[in-house]
């Protein structure tokens, strides 16, 4: 009778998240066909049905009410939710049609049967019936069907929310998800009771890329719910991560040269922001130790900065600078170099006032955690705090010490920036502590960087940046360049040397023990750095002890030579005195053996070797081991 079949009513399934009806649905007005012509006509959206009214009164609530006129042969539903397809599959129930409800239908037929109020009420087993059981056995167990179904349900509102359908969902995503964690909680224990290490074949998060499909509201209702369930924070980050690559599609941007070519929409920009407000709230608390990726933290900041005008976004930009900074020592090089907004008007390439809070929020964070270790070491003894300093694997220290060398490495960077600033850099230079740095050379380097690509600025600006340099802690060969590098104010070069000759000195009257050095020459070994601004101040225990340590060593190894000399000279001196002994002393003998001792006293000032290895070392001596130490490579 030209009825559609169920079969042609089938779904096609194109994969896990995307469907598509089958094109073969014949169009509306093409039935029924019946002896009995039509008395009613029903129009719904752009599609007209004549139907009879008998059916659809048999069963539908909300037909039943518009006809209690007889004479009514005409009818709209233009807010029938679904439209004319879930209008149609509505009318085929009425009539008795067997139809199939599937995953893409049974959204639109529970809004439907809802709108047209196809309850038991009016006839048994009806629509609304047959599409709750539906969702009872087979959507609600299930976390993907759930997930598609709620896809579905963004165009069918408000019905769907009126309805209690959506809210229903996303508590079964939640509930399923959290059950599906405790089950691998509990596998785990049991193979770790068993011996066996045996990794779950599907990983928790194996659901959270479908999530992709929901619009953003949809999404942050799912992902509130599921971490109000107690959803693990590492599930929770990486679905949030894909979620934000999947709406952004590559559109964070990394390169600033990149981004002054293009020219985004404002609709663009304002829909990217409002995805990246969204995902920062969604974030996992903060803490030293994140479960979010430093890389994501980074990109969403540089993408706050890229889509926001200078008054906006200001609480989401905040929260991010705060969590990057809790983290930093996680942070690579490419994390801190963020571009600049191109609305300000700012002319350099990064931007500098946001990496400054950055760092300032981690710096403020290790003085509360040396605040707490002052108190939990108060009762302890030098002994305990010395080997506690002595400690390589402390995490603290490894923390300070990398974050010191991607400073350094920032410095060198943005150094490249013809637009930046003196007292920019000057700032991010004078901002760490004098302990964070054991070894200067990073910053001698992104100096020298910046008054190569910046050769016109003034002398008090110049001199104002080498000051930031502690040449104390320059090596060998940064000492060698400094003292020849022209861009340098005389003052440094000056500096340089002069602590240089300390250091060659203090190598030379070394002939004390290593533990009396150790606390003898603390108080006199590095005086403090004036004039650094923020980074000036008495210098930490750490660092004196890992710079003594240093210092020590080199002693050592000068002591080893200087003995090695002493024992050749030593062996000399006996052949040739058993040489006089078995000969007489001939005229020959004896010129031979005065010229071998001047020679030696000349070259080795052997008068004044042992002495000096005593700690009375003449200063002819050590003027000579000063310019031999000079040369050497240590």
Request: charged share 25%; aromatic share 6%.
């Amino acid at each position: 009778m030209g009825l559609v079949t169920v079969g042609e009513l089938k779904p096609a399934f194109t994969g896990k998240r995307g469907f598509r009806l089958n094109s073969s649905i014949r169009h509306a007005s093409e039935w029924p066909i019946s002896d009995v012509s039509s008395d009613l006509t029903v129009q719904v959206g752009s599609s007209s049905f004549c139907l009879h009214k008998f059916p659809l009164v048999s069963r539908s609530g909300k037909i039943r009410k518009l006809l209690v006129d007889p004479k009514i042969s005409s009818i709209c539903l233009s807010n029938a939710p679904g439209g004319s397809e879930a209008f149609e599959l509505a009318a085929k129930f009425c009539y008795g049609i067997n139809i199939e409800i599937n995953l893409l239908n049974i959204a639109k037929l529970r809004c439907a049967s809802h709108y047209l109020e196809m309850t038991e009420d009016f006839s048994e087993e009806n629509l609304a019936a047959k599409t709750e059981h539906f969702l009872k056995e087979t959507i609600f167990p299930s976390i993907l069907n759930s997930i598609i179904v709620l896809h579905h349900c963004e165009t069918l509102i408000p019905v769907s929310e009126d309805l209690n359908l959506v809210n229903r969902l996303i508590i079964a995503i939640a509930n399923n998800a959290c059950k599906e964690q405790l089950t691998s909680g509990l596998l785990k224990l049991d193979n770790s009771f068993s011996g066996t290490n045996i990794e779950p074949e599907t990983p928790l998060d194996w659901w959270g890329k479908s999530l992709a499909v929901l619009n953003l509201d949809f999404f942050q209702r799912v992902v509130s719910a599921v971490k109000s369930k107690g959803l693990i924070q590492d599930v929770i980050s990486k679905i949030l991560i894909s979620y934000t690559n999947k709406s952004l599609q590559g559109l964070i941007v990394r390169d600033p040269k990149l981004e002054k070519e293009r020219v985004l929409d404002s609709e663009c920009k304002k829909k990217q922001r409002l995805i990246v407000e969204t995902i920062v709230r969604l974030l996992p608390t903060q803490g030293r130790r994140s479960s979010v990726p430093m890389a994501f933290l980074s990109s969403l900041l540089k993408m706050v900065i890229a889509t926001s005008s200078s008054a906006s976004s200001g609480s989401c930009r905040s929260d991010l600078e705060r969590r990057i900074g809790l983290q930093l020592d996680q942070a690579i090089l490419e994390d801190v170099l963020i571009p600049i907004n191109l609305n300000g008007t700012n002319n350099t390439m990064y931007d500098i006032d946001s990496i400054l809070r950055i760092f300032s929020i981690f710096l403020n964070l290790d003085e509360d955690d040396e605040e707490e270790e002052h108190h939990q070491r108060q009762f302890r003894d030098e002994t305990e705090m010395i080997y506690d300093f002595d400690s390589p694997g402390s995490p603290k220290q490894s923390s300070i010490l990398k974050v010191s060398k991607l400073m350094d490495n920032y410095l060198a960077e943005i150094a490249m920036d013809p637009n930046l600033t003196t007292s920019k850099f000057i700032a991010l230079a004078e901002l760490l502590p004098d302990h964070a740095r054991i070894v200067s050379d990073g910053l001698y380097r992104a100096v020298d960087i910046y008054l190569k690509v910046h050769p016109n600025i003034k002398d008090s600006e110049r001199y104002r940046l080498t000051k930031t340099i502690d040449s104390q802690k320059l090596s060998q060969e940064a000492c060698s360049h400094a003292a020849q590098n022209e861009r340098l104010p005389v003052q440094m070069a000056v500096q340089v040397l002069y602590f240089e000759q300390i250091r060659l000195r203090n190598a030379m009257s070394s002939g004390i023990g290593p533990t009396q050095f150790l606390f003898n020459s603390n108080c006199h070994q590095f005086p403090q750095r004036s004039g650094s601004g923020a980074g000036s101040g008495a210098i930490s225990p750490r660092d004196n002890y890992a710079s003594v340590r240093r210092e020590n060593r080199e002693l050592k190894l000068e002591v080893a030579r200087m003995r090695m000399r002493l024992t050749d000279l030593e062996k000399d001196h006996i052949s040739i005195k058993q040489e006089l002994v078995k000969s007489n002393p001939g005229t020959k003998l004896f010129k031979s053996f005065a010229k071998k001792i001047s020679k030696l006293n000349s070259l080795f000032s052997f008068s004044s070797l042992k002495p000096s290895l005593s700690g009375k070392a003449s200063s002819e001596s050590r003027f000579l081991f000063q310019r031999k130490r000079r040369h050497s490579v240590s």
